[in-house]
């Protein structure tokens, strides 16, 4: 029997959702920077409505916990949880970097790809991904840097992310990194596959334990004089 999985994720400039229902998808992605609170249950509430489907048919939902814009996860995060709530449904979240890494993987074949976001402040958050059993796989830790100190655990690589086109030099200095130009934003859709393998391992929570995973704990902000 197939899944019913939904898929939410408003960590950056664009708003994504996915719904799996009877092996069809439904997709929803714009970018629309800001809407993204006003914008989602009503988007969400339009998915269900095309497959015929109600919130409790949803056998798992997948949200991106991060990293990304503080607020954004914050609501990818909040929705999943009101939703897994009210329906008792378990949740699973999802890296913004392994989405994109797995688009990369799903749509160009890639082995191995960097995915980086601008992480405002100078910096970008990234992580390095191999496939394995046609999944991404994260190598090593997620983490944000400062582009100078970025390295790459791979002699090639796909590049994706807007990490690479806010950092035009990024790429100059790794050898072999090839950036793919139409990669730039997590796309919930390259969420399910991931949540699938997840879900039938039993990898799930409950509601409660859905939590955001900023990879930058804290932000210093530069203060005024006589501020400090």
Same mark, same amino acid.
């Given at each position: 029997?197939?899944?019913?999985?939904?898929?939410?994720?408003?960590?950056?400039?664009?708003?994504?959702?996915?719904?799996?229902?009877?092996?069809?998808?439904?997709?929803?992605?714009?970018?629309?920077?800001?809407?993204?609170?006003?914008?989602?249950?009503?988007?969400?509430?339009?998915?269900?409505?095309?497959?015929?489907?109600?919130?409790?048919?949803?056998?798992?939902?997948?949200?991106?916990?991060?990293?990304?814009?503080?607020?954004?996860?914050?609501?990818?995060?909040?929705?999943?949880?009101?939703?897994?709530?009210?329906?008792?449904?378990?949740?699973?979240? &999802?890296? +913004?970097?392994?989405?994109? #890494?797995?688009?990369?993987?799903?749509?160009?074949?890639?082995? %191995?790809? $960097? *995915? @980086?976001?601008?992480?405002?402040?100078?910096?970008?958050?990234?992580?390095?991904?191999?496939?394995?059993?046609?999944?991404?796989?994260?190598?090593?830790?997620?983490?944000?840097?400062?582009?100078?100190? &970025?390295? +790459?655990?791979?002699?090639? #690589?796909?590049?994706?992310?807007?990490?690479?086109?806010?950092? %035009?030099? $990024? *790429? @100059?200095?790794?050898?072999?990194?090839?950036?793919?130009?139409?990669?730039?934003?997590?796309?919930?859709?390259?969420?399910?596959?991931?949540?699938?393998?997840?879900?039938?391992?039993?990898?799930?929570?409950?509601?409660?334990?859905?939590?955001?995973?900023?990879?930058?704990?804290?932000?210093?902000?530069?203060?005024?004089?006589?501020?400090?």
């Amino acid at each position: 029997m197939s899944q019913t999985i939904l898929a939410l994720d408003a960590s950056t400039e664009a708003l994504s959702l996915a719904l799996l229902h009877q092996d069809k998808l439904y997709h929803f992605f714009e970018v629309c920077p800001q809407q993204h609170s006003q914008r989602i249950l009503d988007e969400i509430d339009a998915l269900l409505k095309q497959a015929n489907c109600d919130i409790g048919d949803v056998d798992v939902i997948g949200y991106c916990q991060g990293p990304g814009s503080f607020t954004g996860v914050r609501i990818s995060v909040s929705v999943a949880q009101g939703l897994a709530f009210a329906t008792k449904t378990p949740v699973i979240g &999802v890296s +913004s970097l392994a989405m994109m #890494a797995q688009q990369a993987m799903s749509e160009r074949g890639a082995s %191995t790809v $960097l *995915a @980086a976001i601008d992480a405002r402040m100078g910096e970008v958050y990234l992580g390095a991904y191999e496939e394995k059993d046609g999944l991404a796989q994260l190598v090593g830790e997620q983490q944000v840097l400062e582009p100078a100190a &970025v390295t +790459s655990p791979f002699s090639a #690589a796909v590049a994706v992310g807007t990490g690479w086109q806010t950092y %035009t030099d $990024l *790429a @100059a200095s790794l050898s072999q990194v090839d950036v793919d130009k139409e990669i730039t934003l997590p796309d919930s859709r390259y969420m399910l596959p991931l949540l699938a393998s997840e879900f039938a391992k039993g990898n799930v929570g409950d509601a409660a334990s859905a939590q955001p995973v900023y990879v930058r704990d804290t932000v210093t902000w530069k203060k005024l004089p006589g501020k400090e």
